[in-house]
């Protein structure tokens, strides 16, 4: 066998459907579009959800949640994740970024105080915990809080 020799396997493809070309065919006559409605007219087109005039789906189900507009998305760093980092380093969102303790730079980013310290690091974020705080100060660590 070559490769020019070789095939679509036997039925994989169809012949398509001739609607419209008389009776002997099976599909004469209504063309497979059956019998008044919507769907035989020509250039019919229905929304997507439409159920045929039932009430959709969308509407049956309750109305649930809140988008809020302004929500302040938070991206939380550890203490104990700032480890890894050299001391005497500057820590802002783009270190943490590149480190993949955070999604996005462009969020707020939080300090939370869970773990200990064990470097002296410049620290630069936009929030801090009251604990992250207090164990930042005993590590002897310096922060910038952000705008």
């Known amino acids: 066998m070559k490769i020019n020799e070789i095939g679509a396997p036997y039925g994989a493809n169809r012949k398509t459907k001739r609607r419209g070309k008389g009776s002997g065919s099976g599909h004469g006559k209504t063309s497979c579009r059956g019998r008044k409605g919507a769907k035989k007219r020509s250039g019919r087109m229905t929304r997507p959800g439409f159920e045929g005039g039932q009430m959709q ?41 590149e480190a993949g303790l955070i ?45």
């Not at 302004?70 to 783009?94: D, M």
């Not at 939370?112 to 310290?117: A, F, N, S, V, Y």
């Not at 974020?125 to 660590?141: M, P, R, Y």
């Open 57 to 97: 789906l969308v509407r049956r189900l309750p109305k649930k949640g809140f988008n809020a507009p302004f929500k302040n998305s938070y991206q939380v760093v550890n203490i104990e994740s700032l480890n890894r980092f050299s001391a005497n380093s500057v820590i802002g969102p783009k270190e943490l970024k």
């Open 103 to 147: 999604g996005s730079e462009k969020d707020t980013i939080k300090i939370l105080g869970t773990g200990e310290l064990k470097k002296v690091v410049t620290i630069k974020a936009h929030k801090v915990s009251a604990s992250a705080k207090s164990k930042l100060a005993a590590a002897g660590a310096k922060l910038e809080v952000l705008a």
